[in-house]
């Protein structure tokens, strides 16, 4: 695992950004794993930028996100593709044929984890996966104890994530109760991951999935079994770490 120490979250976002736009530039048919949440927020704002002044082209990309809220329609201001198209897919030139995620619509778990499946199978997997961090250690909505042989699967969301994801709703009770994730196996089966991580308060989490053995009980800990993972992380997020990096 390479760790990259940033400075505060604006530092973090621009490195990930490089590393997300070194890939584009070297692949411009590259498929990228994306993920939602706060942490990339800034990352997709530089990318952004960077495509305003130029420097970047998005016409050859495909996306497929980690996850999507079951329940949830592509106009719902919470659905993560209304995120993404927000965040990034309006802002650039990205064709939104070639941006997936998984279907919330599709009452039928089954049918969209097969279908997710096959689409991301059909693309030829992942060059790229962006992924942020739970607090409880989660990639994607994998929460902990979850199999790492698992591809995409609907998930009951644990009620810590459903507090933390609960900034962005109403109330708890609007906060849908399952969601549709990548699994381990199809997170790991990317060729490169790129992890983000800020804040005081995933400074425990990073020591524990990173620095901690590898178990179910944090799925983020499976990562160190990749070959090529890259982590790009802010002072605060690794003011636990006594490790050398
Ligand atoms: C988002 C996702 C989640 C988040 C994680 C961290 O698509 O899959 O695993 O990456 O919950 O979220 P933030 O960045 O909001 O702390």
């Known amino acids: 695992m390479r760790f990259y120490r940033a400075k505060d979250y604006n530092d973090m976002s621009r490195k990930a950004a490089n590393i997300i736009s070194a890939q584009i530039i070297m692949k411009p048919q590259c498929v990228l794993g994306l993920a939602t949440g706060s942490t990339p927020i800034g990352a997709y704002r530089q990318l952004v930028e960077w495509y305003n002044k130029g420097d970047l082209d998005f016409s050859e990309v495909t996306t497929v996100n980690l996850d999507e809220?079951?329940?949830?329609?592509?106009?719902?201001?919470?659905?993560?593709?209304?995120?993404?198209?927000?965040?990034?897919?309006?802002?650039?030139?990205?064709?939104?044929?070639?941006?997936?995620?998984?279907?919330?619509?599709?009452?039928?778990?089954?049918?969209?984890?097969?279908?997710?499946n096959e689409i991301i199978h059909s693309v030829g997997g992942v060059d790229l996966q962006l992924l942020g961090l739970?607090?409880?250690?989660?990639?994607?909505?994998?929460?902990?104890?979850?199999?790492?042989?698992?591809?995409?699967?609907?998930?009951?969301?644990?009620?810590?994530?459903?507090?933390?994801?609960?900034?962005?709703?109403i109330s708890?009770?609007?906060v849908p109760r399952q969601a549709y994730t990548m699994g381990i196996k199809t997170i790991m089966s990317a060729h490169k991951i790129l992890v983000v991580v800020s804040g005081?308060?995933?400074?425990?989490?990073?020591?524990?999935?990173?620095?901690?053995?590898v178990t179910p009980q944090i799925p983020a800990s499976i990562?160190?079994?990749?070959?090529?993972?890259?982590?790009?992380?802010?002072?605060?997020?690794?003011?636990?770490?006594t490790e050398k990096i």
């Open 69 to 116: 809220y079951k329940g949830l329609a592509r106009d719902n201001r919470q659905s993560y593709y209304y995120f993404m198209n927000e965040n990034l897919f309006s802002k650039v030139n990205i064709d939104t044929d070639r941006t997936f995620l998984p279907d919330g619509m599709e009452a039928d778990s089954e049918i969209a984890c097969r279908k997710y």
């Open 200 to 213: 005081e308060d995933k400074a425990d989490i990073v020591r524990q999935a990173f620095f901690g053995p």
């Open 223 to 241: 990562l160190q079994l990749h070959n090529d993972v890259t982590i790009v992380a802010d002072e605060a997020a690794l003011s636990k770490c």
């Open 172 to 174: 708890e009770d609007h």
């Open 134 to 169: 739970g607090h409880n250690g989660h990639i994607g909505f994998n929460e902990p104890g979850i199999a790492f042989e698992t591809e995409t699967h609907c998930v009951t969301l644990s009620e810590r994530t459903r507090k933390a994801n609960m900034r962005f709703f």
